[in-house]
């Protein structure tokens, strides 16, 4: 049985498909790169329901469902043929995009490295990370710190872009819009990425200084979209589907990137294709519904590996899934242990199937959120100038795994 959601989102007409180089999305959704998360079984798993729902499983002449974005790699690793890093660029048959977020700081090894995604790994969009506000990152002068450095943010998108080009793969950047209120960075960013030729800019609404606390600032990516001519897709606080229509509606928007929203519900992409498509009707997973949400995540992270390691990546996502459903604490923990197939069926089915969805989870952020930090690290005299000529690039991404 299905719970009806008890506020419909506001009507859209729907629009024509986002654009992003070649690529054609008939939904206007990107889902976020995100460590630990985003690997070839969780993406199949949202792809599964934006498309079904969206009714765009019909081939490939079809528009794209939205991208889904594999986690972050480091370029580095990728052109030192790093093992596990290579590991990471797994893919199931049905993504017709292979969409990679590729972090770096030496524009060669970009190049470089984008060459082999394309060429070896038929990779079809590259994302570049500029947003990460994580300070192993930032104190390396990478992440959300690096746009500081216009002249390197420059040379780095060109040297991508290029490289790129050559096989007809779009080249996109997602960032914040600074290090903290006293340095933004994102209207420079953006002008600096349509000037080299990236075919959109992705930002969250937020400084690496608040990292995920607070709320993000959605004028900020108004502002960024009356910058520039390139598309722009807005990031923050996108909870449910009426949010991403608010965002769009508020800020000009061309679509938006979901990243902790989805979070233990990948049907939200579900919601996402109708909404965007204009149709009304979205209803609310029972606890049934979630519980074989759940146990299809299950086969598909087996599916990677084997039982027992798949099993392992699925108990982070057990709070996800659960939060909200009146679920005992022995049942909570039991099912953050499980380590075979056996075990969480005979869990699962202690559940109660009929149980309705909470609804006071509708709309409350998920995942990490916490503190603004006091400061951001940095390297030393890393204000001083604008340029990252003096940067180590080889240090810089030491120590920054492909998670």
Partial sequence: MLTALPTQPPEVRAGPALR???????????????????????RQLCREQGSAYAGL?????????????????????????D???????????????????LYGVDPTIMGRATEILCAEYGVGHVD???????????????????????????????STVAAAARHGVPVTMKTRMGIDADHLTYLDAGRIAQDSGCAAIALHGRTAQQSYSGRADW??????????????????????????????????ADGVVIGRGCLGRPWLFRDLADAFAGRRGQT??????????????????????????????????????????????????????????????DLLATLDPDVAFPTT?????????GSPRERVALPEGWLDDTSGCDLDLAEAEVGVSGG
């Fill in 20 to 42: 992003v180089g070649p690529l054609e999305l008939a939904t206007p959704v990107v889902l976020a790169p995100m460590a630990g998360i985003t690997n070839a079984a969780f």
């Fill in 57 to 81: 499983d019909g081939g490939p002449s079809a528009g794209l469902p939205g991208l889904y974005v594999c986690e972050m790699i480091t370029s580095r690793g990728v052109v030192e043929a």
């Fill in 83 to 101: 093992r596990k890093t290579l590991a990471m660029l797994a893919f199931d048959p049905g993504e017709r995009v292979r969409s990679v977020q």
């Fill in 128 to 158: 570049l990370n500029f947003g990460c506000p994580v300070p192993k990152v930032t104190r390396k002068g990478g992440g959300a710190a690096l746009p500081w450095k216009r002249d390197l943010l420059g040379s780095i998108l060109r």
């Fill in 219 to 252: 004028s900020a990516i108004a502002r960024l979209k009356e910058s520039v001519d390139i598309p722009v897709l807005g990031n923050g606080d996108v909870w449910e589907a009426a949010d991403a229509l608010a965002m769009v509606e508020q800020t000009g």
């Fill in 284 to 345: 609310l997973p029972t606890l049934g519904e979630v519980a074989a949400m759940l146990r299809r995540h299950a086969e598909l992270l087996a599916g990677l590996s084997d039982e027992r390691h798949g099993l392992t990546d699925l108990r982070k996502h057990m709070a996800w899934y659960l939060k909200g459903f009146p679920v005992g604490g022995d049942v909570r923990r039991a099912l953050a242990m499980v380590s075979s197939f056996a075990e969480l069926d």
């Fill in 361 to 369: 989870e509708l709309g409350s952020p998920r995942g990490r959120q």
